[in-house]
């Protein structure tokens, strides 16, 4: 079974240039999770979709970052305009139903490592 | 709100040696999850161990093992025969168990080297 798929792996831009990153989660699962990861910490929760369906994304910066899932399968995460502090590594993650009240494995993709010049 | 630290920036072990990495949290909660994620130079997040708070055996799986002190809020995992493989970032985690959403609360991550 195919895992968590992210693209690109890594992505260069200048500042205040637009980036987007594609997440493909494992077939059947309906939560997506997008997490930011900064140099020597751990991830942090960007947004979370529930098929369509963002059901959190208190921590997502609205101002330059979007998300979608159209069809409740892939997303994308965009930023625009770009900023030096972007800089970072972004995981996606998947998982059957989230909202089922019993846990379910979260499965984490290889991550995009973004670089802002 | 919850917090998860781990006070051992770096590690080293030898390999075939056991090494114990130290994770504290704080919580309100009473019922939660505890993980130990590895992340490998390829950026992954596996999963290595997971732990429920209302269960007091601590978990264990092949090589790897927790202690679990509830009342201590602490959660250390135990690596035995260190194997070159397990190089990698180790991130403990907290998990509310609620009924919506699965958020983690990561730690800052320990560097373990095993050395050959």
């Known amino acids: 079974e195919a895992g968590v798929v992210q693209s690109p792996r890594y992505k260069i831009i200048e500042k205040k240039q637009p980036v987007a990153f594609w997440c493909n989660p494992i077939?059947?699962?309906?939560?997506l999770y997008w997490y930011l990861q900064n140099l020597g910490q751990g991830p942090e929760l960007l947004i979370r979709?529930?098929?369509?369906?963002?059901?959190?994304d208190s921590q997502l910066p609205k101002d330059r970052f979007s998300a979608e899932r159209l069809k409740g399968v892939d997303s994308t995460l965009k930023i625009q305009p770009a900023e030096l502090g972007d800089s970072a590594v972004y995981l996606c993650?998947?998982?059957?139903?989230?909202?089922?009240?019993?846990?379910?494995?979260?499965?984490f993709g290889p991550g995009t490592r973004l670089t802002v010049l | 709100a919850q917090t998860v630290t781990q006070s051992q920036p770096e590690m080293s072990v030898q390999e075939a040696e056991t090494v114990t990495l130290s994770c504290t949290y704080d919580t309100s909660e009473s019922n939660y999850y505890l993980f130990w994620y590895k992340q490998p130079p390829s950026r992954q997040m596996i999963l290595v161990i997971r732990?429920?708070?209302?269960?007091?055996q601590n978990a264990t799986e092949n090589r790897f093992s927790v202690n679990f002190q509830k009342a201590a809020k602490s959660f250390s995992l135990k690596i035995s025969d260190s194997q070159l493989g397990d190089t990698a970032m180790y991130f403990c985690a907290f998990m509310k168990h609620e009924d919506y959403g699965q958020n983690f609360v990561f730690g800052p991550g320990t560097r373990l080297s095993v050395l050959p």
């Open positions: 077939s059947g699962h309906n939560t």
């Open positions: 732990q429920e708070a209302y269960k007091q």
């Open positions: 979709y529930e098929n369509e369906e963002a059901v959190d």
């Open positions: 993650a998947s998982s059957l139903d989230s909202a089922s009240g019993t846990y379910n494995e979260q499965f």
